[in-house]
């Protein structure tokens, strides 16, 4: 594969899926979760890894008519949905995702959505590898931040803040894969 002409396709050049393959070395065969997936192909985090790398997972979105799209272009599972209430237990048994996802994207708006999105998915008892997790903080007013709390939430839960990408997304990766 020659890394120099790989197109990505995140969304307004913030390269979360080019932070993913590069994290992981290009590895084949991940497994992810993308909240607030949106478009199958353009402003998606995780469609550079389907395509290029045979990652599968699912995708969720609250748009219904992201659906249609998503299955006919995508290997990977669309649930339109409110992921703030979904199950995820249910759905990452039910698609046998494994106990330990390499990538988890929170990509939803406003930045309050976000956080109980992230709150809810952690309440399933699955783990992941890799986040990105999207504070639109540059956009926010700081009485509805949640910078701060989802910060000390994901350190809580083991997870070391990589970088901050243009005030507007937090990369983070578990400690287990920076000590391993």
């Known amino acids: 594969m020659n890394i ?6 995140s969304q307004y050049k913030l ?9 992981f070395k290009y590895k084949k065969d991940g497994t992810f979760l993308d909240i607030g997936c949106n478009d199958y192909k353009y402003r998606n985090n995780t469609y550079f ?3 290029n790398l045979n990652w599968l997972g699912i995708g969720i979105d609250t748009r219904k008519d992201h659906k249609d799209d998503w299955e006919k272009n995508r290997i990977s599972k669309f649930i339109a ?5 979904l199950d995820f237990k249910k759905i990452l048994d039910e698609n046998n995702m494994p106990q330990i996802i390499d990538y988890l994207s929170i990509d939803t708006e406003p930045s309050s959505t976000s956080f109980k999105c992230l709150l809810n998915v952690f309440k399933s008892g699955y783990d992941f590898n890799v986040i990105t997790f999207e504070t639109d903080e540059y956009n926010t ?14 350190k809580s839960k083991g997870f070391v803040l990589i970088k901050e990408v ?4 937090d990369f983070y990766i578990h400690q287990r894969m920076l000590n391993g």
């Not at 243009?166 to 997304?169: A, I, K, S, V």
């Open 4 to 9: 120099e002409n790989l197109e990505f396709y």
């Open 15 to 23: 390269e979360q899926d080019k932070f993913v393959a590069e994290t």
């Open 49 to 51: 890894l389907e395509k």
């Open 81 to 85: 949905g409110n992921a703030t209430t």
């Open 141 to 154: 007013k700081p009485e509805d931040s949640v910078q701060e709390v989802s910060r000390f939430f994901l």
């Open 166 to 169: 243009n005030n507007q997304d």
